[in-house]
């Protein structure tokens, strides 16, 4: 079956621009998380949500971060006023509902890498 | 506050060797230690991995050892092969704030030479 996709691949933008990305779990997985992974280092929590609702964005690193996923499929993550320093690779994840007796496992997308100039 | 140790940070291996990879963690609340392999241009996929009542696992060439007082937990691959080339993580897991976390080490990058 179809594994997670991500959208763009590859994104080049300019400091200060807005840019989305796209994120679209296996089907059926209710949980979805964002991470961040710099250049060298292991991914970085951003936000998950179970659902619609985003249950924890404690990762998301200032205001210019938001995500949404309406829908309870597809997620966007969306970046304000870039920077420099936000460029990296984003990485979505998506498993089965987890609880806190009850984990699992978090099957990755290939990343959007994004470049800030 | 750096709550996973993983060494070395890179590793040179010739072909059919065994490659070790290790793994310390500061945090006693971990609920699962996995290990996690990312070629060029993937995402990170799941490997391997331990619940910590466990103390070694073993599926075909890979091999989990946890050390739970040491708070430490290993990746074997033994009769590397130059297609294991790729970069490895331990991501042990914890529930926090809500949700379950992947506490991402920095990384070991394995090369197996043919």
């Known amino acids: 079956g179809a594994g997670v996709s991500q959208t763009p691949s590859n994104k080049v933008t300019e400091k200060g621009k807005y840019v989305e990305l796209r994120c679209d779990p296996i089907s059926g997985h209710t949980a979805l998380y964002w991470y961040r992974q710099s250049l060298g280092q292991g991914p970085e929590f951003l936000i998950y949500f179970q659902g619609t609702g985003a249950a924890d964005d404690s990762g998301l690193p200032n205001d210019r971060f938001f995500a949404v996923r309406p829908e309870g499929s597809v997620s966007t993550l969306k970046i304000q006023r870039t920077e420099r320093g936000d460029s990296a690779v984003y990485l979505c994840?998506?498993?089965?509902?987890?609880?806190?007796?009850?984990?699992?496992?978090?099957?990755f997308g290939p990343g959007t890498r994004l470049t800030v100039l | 506050q750096q709550q996973v140790k993983q060494s070395p940070q890179s590793l040179i291996v010739q072909k059919g060797g065994i490659s070790i990879i290790n793994c310390a963690y500061e945090?006693?609340?971990?609920?699962?230690f996995p290990w996690y392999q990312q070629f060029p241009g993937k995402g990170p996929a799941l490997l391997i991995a331990?619940?910590?009542?466990?103390s070694e696992k073993k599926e075909g060439r890979f091999t989990i050892s946890f050390n739970k007082s040491a708070k430490q937990f290993s990746l074997h691959i033994m009769d590397s092969q130059p297609g294991d080339s790729a970069t490895y993580f331990c991501a042990p897991v914890k529930w926090m704030d809500s949700s379950y976390k992947l506490i991402f080490g920095s990384g070991t990058r394995l090369l197996v030479r043919p």
């Open positions: 994840a998506s498993s089965l509902r987890s609880a806190s007796n009850s984990y699992n496992e978090q099957f």
């Open positions: 945090n006693t609340a971990f609920d699962y």
């Open positions: 331990i619940r910590p009542d466990v």
